[in-house]
């Protein structure tokens, strides 16, 4: 379930499922305020068409007359997500263990609606953009207070390398500052180590992350991490 940016780590996360599964047995549930503004719309309703197993319904704000060409695989539905709309789209929701991403107002009340249908609150799992940035924004705050508390020490710089680019970044600078600063394609929509989408690799150097959420335990052993959530402590060579 989810709204706005939060649909990012849940197209991450079906996507690998039904790369990795066969059948995988998803409800994909997403709130917009219309068509227009669901992300990754056309990669979801082609999922839906290919997989049977894949359910995917949405609930707009909007009502558009592109709405009704769609594939009969794909639901919609109209206003703010209610109790109602959820027991239709998914019937077996209490069966489900549910993954839940998006503004808090939203996360609020899937949360009261979940209650009021006694859903078992062990199988939801959620995360929030804001949650997720606030933190990763105070652990930088700690570490740059960490650092002006040794007056003589002089703030230190490296090289980040990607194939022919090159470009400096200082202490506390972003992997995603450096890629962006040189113009190279890279997406980034949460911006805060939550979606996954700023995955790249380091091949060379040393770095430091404040998220490392979506990333298995073999990537990170392969030296993948999200750029918008690592800082350099040496100098990197980067694979996009």
Do not use: W
Not at 17 to 24: E, F, K, P, V
Not at 25 to 33: E, L, N
Not at 42 to 60: G, H, I, V
Request: aromatic share 6%.
């Amino acid at each position: 379930m989810s709204a706005g940016c939060g649909i990012t780590p849940m197209y991450s996360m079906s996507r690998y499922l039904t790369d990795t599964q066969i059948n995988a047995d998803i409800a994909f549930v997403h709130s917009a305020r219309s068509e227009a503004d669901i992300i990754f719309k056309s990669s979801l309703d082609t999922m839906a068409n290919r997989f049977n197993t894949f359910k995917l319904s949405y609930a707009l704000e909007t009502v558009t007359e592109t709405v009704t060409s769609h594939s009969p695989m794909i639901s919609f539905d109209f206003g703010r997500l209610t109790a109602q709309m959820l027991q239709t789209a998914v019937p077996d929701f209490a069966d489900r263990t549910i993954y839940l991403c998006g503004p808090e107002p939203y996360m609020k009340a899937v949360k009261a609606l979940l209650d009021e249908l006694s859903f078992n609150m062990r199988q939801l799992h959620h995360e929030s953009f804001a949650t997720a940035s606030i933190a990763a924004r105070s652990q930088l705050m700690q570490d740059k207070s960490s650092d002006e508390t040794n007056a003589n020490s002089e703030q230190m710089a490296f090289t980040l390398s990607i194939g022919e680019h090159s470009t400096t970044l200082k202490q506390g600078q972003s992997l995603l500052e450096g890629i962006e600063a040189e113009g190279l394609p890279i997406i980034a929509a949460c911006r805060s180590g939550v979606c996954g989408a700023c995955k790249c690799q380091v091949l060379a150097g040393e770095t430091a992350s404040t998220s490392v959420m979506t990333l298995t335990a073999a990537e990170i052993e392969a030296g993948f991490v999200l750029a918008c959530s690592t800082t350099l402590t040496s100098n990197v060579t980067l694979k996009l």
